[in-house]
């Protein structure tokens, strides 16, 4: 099946620093990613949609200048937190669809986890 | 706008019961619907899927039912496992936002 990855799985930083976020699809294209970051009691919050070449579609509320998006190829997109504080902490998740697979199925990473100090 | 809810928090059953989990969608547009599992510090991963077409789908111990006039779909897992436990989201089409989620928790 359809593989993503991302990297790091997990990362310290200091306040005030930036941080980058790699997502790949593996063995698939794809011309949108997707960028969710998970609050406490589970729920999914889509922060942005990343569409390769172009600029990014984020959600109501998220800031576009903390979080930088970007699409460079057709199996890479990038999360850049900047200037990171302790409440950006959290557990953020990118997917992917694949443009020859299932429609709407989407391939998730496993995830990097993100402590801000 | 979440066009996709799913109501209950967690649902706790016995193991070896059936589990249900539920989702209700406002968009009469949407025709494919999917669900994911989602274990702590991982990624969801893809679980089952209905077309529109279809009011039921099965795969092994999974099962998902689609009431296209109540705008209702359900998860049935039989005979639910304890590594079944797990974050379970709904989703349809290509609307990527996910509801709160369904916690289901199988005890032994």
């Known amino acids: 099946g359809a593989v993503v990855s991302q990297h790091p799985s997990w990362v310290i930083c200091k306040s005030g620093t930036s941080v980058k976020i790699e997502c790949r699809s593996l063995?698939?294209?794809?011309?949108?990613m997707f960028w969710y970051r998970q609050f406490p009691k589970q729920s999914l919050m889509l922060m942005a949609t990343?569409?390769?070449?172009?600029?990014?579609?984020?959600e109501q509320g998220v800031e576009k200048d903390k979080f930088l998006i970007n699409h460079a190829s057709l199996t890479l997109s990038t999360l850049t937190v900047t200037s990171a504080h302790p409440e950006d902490s959290s557990f953020y998740i990118c997917?992917?669809?694949?443009?020859?697979?299932?429609?709407?199925?989407?391939?998730f990473g496993p995830g990097t986890r993100l402590t801000v100090t | 706008d979440q066009q996709v809810k799913q109501n209950s928090p967690s649902l706790s059953v016995q193991e070896g019961r059936i589990s249900i989990l539920n989702c209700d969608y406002t968009?009469?547009?949407?025709?494919?619907f999917l669900w994911y599992k989602k274990y702590p510090a991982e990624g969801p991963t893809f679980l089952i899927s209905?077309?529109?077409?279809?009011d039921k789908n099965e795969d092994g111990r999974f099962t998902v039912f689609l009431n296209k006039s109540a705008k209702h779909l359900s998860l049935h897992i039989v005979p639910s496992q304890p590594g079944d436990s797990a974050v379970y989201f709904c989703?349809?089409?290509?609307?990527?936002?996910f509801g709160a989620g369904t916690r289901l928790t199988v005890k032994p």
């Open positions: 997917s992917a669809r694949d443009l020859g697979g299932q429609y709407y199925e989407q391939y």
């Open positions: 063995d698939f294209q794809a011309t949108t």
């Open positions: 990343s569409n390769e070449g172009s600029k990014a579609t984020y």
């Open positions: 968009n009469s547009m949407f025709d494919y």
């Open positions: 209905i077309s529109s077409i279809k």
């Open positions: 989703a349809a089409n290509n609307d990527m936002r």
